[in-house]
């Protein structure tokens, strides 16, 4: 089992960036892929990106793909999502998730495919 702590979040200006970080409990964090999740009020949550238990693979959505990075630091227990070039579209609750027993090189984007979720961390980008 794995606990998942989001922080990072923040109010920004449009073009601004922010990193979002997951600390993750549990000894076996290196085994679990990852992924970054955001809901927007009214709206279904989203996928944004994945990572694979390796870093190998990784996979982003379309709507973030040259402007966010995601990346892990196993020996720290933690995923980051660096965004840059941030939009008032960004503007979300976003989640971390994780799941155990991945293939080393798969990046779901199916928040189904994970079973581990934070409590999500604010994310506002002003125009």
């Known amino acids: 089992q794995v606990q998942l702590v989001e922080s990072g979040g923040g109010l920004v200006q449009a073009g601004g960036s922010l990193r979002l970080s997951c600390a993750a409990s549990?000894?076996?964090?290196?085994?679990?892929?990852m992924g970054w999740f955001r809901q927007a009020p009214g709206k279904e949550r989203e996928f944004v990106a994945a990572?694979?238990?390796?870093?190998?693979?990784?996979a982003y959505a379309d709507s973030v793909k040259g402007r966010f990075t995601i990346s892990r630091d196993n020996t720290r227990n933690t995923v980051f999502l660096q965004m840059s070039s941030l939009k008032p579209e960004d503007t979300a609750v976003y989640y971390c998730?994780?799941?155990?027993?991945?293939?080393?090189?798969?990046?779901?984007?199916?928040?189904?495919?994970?079973?581990?979720w934070g409590q999500g961390t604010q994310v506002t980008v002003s125009s």
């Open positions: 990572i694979s238990w390796s870093a190998s693979n990784t």
């Open positions: 998730a994780a799941r155990y027993g991945f293939a080393s090189n798969y990046a779901p984007s199916n928040g189904r495919e994970y079973n581990y």
């Open positions: 549990g000894s076996t964090f290196s085994r679990y892929g």
